[in-house]
């Protein structure tokens, strides 16, 4: 078991998701702005002046704003070095900031997604663990069932259920919408309801079966039997025993699903009307706003990064003996 402090082994966690973060955003970034430039006749001019007459001040004007004259590598510098000075540049969808459009629906965005993890995990969690301890028995094996009916069901299938039930049938909550916090805690929480069941729903299975396979595989260890043997008594023995190492295998779940989140998001987002992110990737996409995509894009790195920099930082402090560095053994093998 390794004989640093915690703190000593986040450091260089952090470090390395740091370094992971910045390239993976140049990189991906770039990626973006190469691949709209090929996949249009023309490149991004013929996006941004399809029609301006040669030689007017308005594509003058358009071709200094975004840099036209200069090849790819020139325009993609510029643009990254006013991003880091925190200006996204101008959307081609109407000669306004980008960054005046994202701002304000970032925080609706975090804020379903994250309502949406607590909650999944504060439900799939003890879902799993009972469908372990119960394990064989009738009431067991339906909520199994259920969770395989929680996987299957399409992400956007569930809202439209949602919506015809609670908003049209039973009209106990809005089908659209959204309410800050800060204007009303209430009526916010009343327009997310629908969309945050949607999401928890489509991952409250996955977390679920998760916990309970891995709950199932410690239950069979030496040292679980040795301790129901000593007289501990299950409820114990589950808790203290076998929650903190089937954690671990949770937490890479929770890792890898961060991708399938925030789609998700997006999806839930569109469907509901919400003025998150969604409706802007899916208006930029199909308009091949350049400047927004790559500004998306940076905040879908950012918070994929986060995201997995809490989960690891998290694995290191539930078990210490993890070492995302390179182990000793390794640098002393062979070749």
Do not use: C
Not at 95 to 111: L, Q
Not at 136 to 163: E, M, R, Y
Not at 234 to 260: D, E, K, M, Q, T
Request: hydrophobic share 50%; net charge positive.
């Amino acid at each position: 078991m390794s004989g640093r402090p915690l703190l000593g082994r986040w450091v260089p966690a952090l470090g390395r998701h740091a370094v992971r973060l910045i390239l993976t955003v140049i990189v991906t970034t770039f990626l973006v702005m190469a691949a709209i430039e090929m996949s249009i006749p023309g490149g991004f001019r013929a996006v941004v002046i399809p029609l301006e007459a040669p030689g007017s001040e308005r594509q003058a004007f358009l071709v200094d704003t975004y840099d036209l004259d200069d090849n790819l590598l020139s325009r993609y510098l510029h643009w990254l070095g006013d991003a880091v000075q925190g200006d996204w540049g101008i959307s081609t969808r109407g000669d306004f900031a980008v960054g005046e459009v994202i701002r304000p629906r970032i925080p609706i965005s975090v804020e379903l997604m994250l309502v949406s993890v607590t909650l999944t995990l504060l439900i799939g969690i003890p879902l799993g663990l009972w469908s372990a301890a119960r394990a064989g028995k009738p009431s067991a094996t339906v909520l199994n069932t259920g969770f395989g009916l929680s996987q299957s069901v399409p992400i956007f299938i569930t809202p439209v259920i949602l919506i015809w039930l609670f908003a049209i049938q039973l009209q106990w909550l809005p089908a659209a919408g959204w309410v800050r916090l800060t204007n009303s805690p209430v009526d916010n929480i009343r327009h997310m309801v629908l969309p945050v069941a949607a999401l928890v729903s489509a991952e409250v299975g996955i977390v679920a079966r998760i916990v309970r396979a891995d709950v199932l595989r410690v239950l069979r260890s030496d040292y679980v039997t040795a301790a129901i043997g000593k007289g501990l008594s299950r409820r114990y023995v589950l808790f203290r025993h076998a929650l903190r190492p089937a954690s671990l295998g949770l937490l890479n779940v929770v890792g890898l699903n961060i991708g399938a989140l925030l789609s998700g998001t997006m999806i839930i987002e569109i469907i509901f009307g919400l003025p998150g992110l969604g409706q802007v990737v899916l208006e930029a996409t199909t308009a091949r706003d350049l400047h927004t995509l790559l500004a998306l894009t940076t905040y879908f790195v950012v918070v994929t990064t986060t995201l997995n920099a809490l989960v690891d930082l998290t694995m290191l402090a539930i078990d210490p003996r993890i070492d995302r560095g390179v182990s000793r053994s390794w640098r002393r093998a062979p070749g």
